[in-house]
């Protein structure tokens, strides 16, 4: 999709109130394009609608829970009732953890998966149909937790492995259709996905997150995706860590885990 006719367009953005959905819907915003915010965080959301409507940007305010499948049919009824049509999605919305397997309740592994794949998967089916009637983008945001190990964070990775699985599949469904479908895996981002993790039992996470030390800015982040939609292009690795991440998983994989491990190992206790 390029640049020029995002002015026409409509874009549906979910987990907008946080550091990287708002940041895009900012950029998206600043295109020209119509904004779909979605997210659950009412409050956080009524401030951001409020802002972008005060640049002169047209914004539809969405407070919902992705992880309900008939109220992200109703998100996508609503888009069309205030702007008519929807072009792009970007499955932003997520949660993370931080705790080893053996300390982590399974009702958070399920949580995360909830929202993190299952909530991808209800706003994707509910606008599909929309999307392709106007050969439209979807994005899925995901990490190197997506297609390499990561200690600490095992429902967390699973999520994101699905992610991938799910639309890489979905691409080759829909590309002969005009539509593009891309992966981001960004590795760290100064947001508050890190402080909002929760620990093995659920509550907030008390460990020490551990970093590359190289954290790319939402802003940062939002314009390399916003390039990546506009070349149609499937795989985003938007910052040099993720780039490293990726080929060294695949060149010397035993090398990858030893490395990760001995640095994201230092959150846990105990961790041989």
């Not at 002169?56 to 109220?71: H, K, N, Q, R, Y």
């Not at 399974?106 to 050969?135: K, S, W, Y």
């Not at 469904?173 to 890190?194: K, M, N, Q, S, Y």
Request: aromatic fraction near 6%.
């Amino acid at each position: 999709m390029s640049h020029g006719k995002l002015s026409t367009k409509v874009v549906l953005i979910t987990g907008a109130a946080g550091g990287l959905g708002a940041a895009l819907c900012r950029r998206y915003a600043a295109a020209g394009a119509r904004i779909a915010a979605l997210d659950l965080d009412a409050a956080k959301l009524d401030a951001l609608t409020t802002s972008l409507r005060a640049t002169g940007s047209e914004v539809l305010a969405l407070p919902v829970d992705i992880t309900d499948a008939a109220a992200c049919k109703s998100a996508v009824t609503a888009t069309l009732a205030q702007f008519g049509a929807l072009d792009g999605l970007i499955n932003n919305a997520g949660i993370s953890h931080r705790s080893l397997l053996a300390d982590t309740d399974p009702d958070v592994i399920r949580r995360v998966m909830e929202v993190n794949f299952f909530g991808a998967a209800n706003l994707t089916q509910a606008a599909l149909a929309q999307i392709l009637a106007r050969q439209g983008f979807i994005v899925a945001i995901s990490s190197v937790a997506g297609f390499s190990p990561l200690t600490g964070r095992t429902g967390y990775a699973a999520s994101k492995h699905a992610l991938h699985g799910f639309f890489d599949s979905l691409r080759s469904e829909v590309e002969g259709a005009g539509v593009d479908v891309t992966l981001v895996c960004p590795a760290f981002i100064r947001t508050g996905i890190g402080a909002a993790a929760t620990d093995g039992s659920g509550a907030p996470a008390s460990s020490p997150r551990i970093t590359s030390g190289g954290e790319s800015s939402a802003e940062e982040i939002a314009q390399r995706i916003f390039n990546a939609v506009a070349a149609g292009r499937k795989l985003l690795l938007p910052d040099a860590t993720a780039r490293k991440a990726w080929w060294l998983n695949r060149l010397a994989p035993g090398l990858y885990a030893r490395i990760m491990k001995r640095r994201m190992g230092r959150e846990f206790s105990g961790l041989r």
